[in-house]
């Protein structure tokens, strides 16, 4: 059974940094990608980033080039997103998913995605 669960949310102030955790079981890492979602209260689910399971390609969204660094540890079988820099508007639930695929490129949010976490808060406020 397919399962991912997300941890490492909380509070934080703006410009801390935060990393995010999702383990994977029922798969291996290796040969699929997992992708990074946000949603914020009242807005749209974003995509965030993905790592593909294939050589490691990874996908940043505009807001967060620069600031979020998304890594893999295979022997874990689990996926991180560190964050630093962080502002308010980075607030959101922020969830892992898989589709048991390899693809990461510019339109990966776009797929459909089958398995998802159950997601972990992230609040940035002072």
């Known amino acids: 059974q397919v399962q991912l669960v997300e941890s490492g949310g909380g509070l934080v102030q703006p410009g801390g940094s935060l990393r995010l955790s999702c383990a994977a079981s029922g798969f291996t890492l290796d040969g699929n990608t997992i992708g990074w979602f946000r949603q914020a209260p009242g807005k749209e689910r974003e995509g965030v980033s993905c790592?593909?399971?294939?050589?490691?390609?990874?996908y940043y969204a505009d807001s967060a080039k620069g600031r979020f660094t998304v890594s893999r540890d295979n022997a874990k079988n689990t996926v991180y997103l560190r964050m630093n820099s962080l502002k308010p508007e980075d607030t959101a639930v922020y969830y892992c998913t898989t589709n048991l695929h390899s693809y990461c490129g510019s339109d990966w949010y776009q797929m459909g995605y089958a398995y998802w976490g159950q997601g972990t808060q992230v609040t940035v406020s002072s």
């Open positions: 790592i593909s399971g294939l050589g490691g390609t990874t």
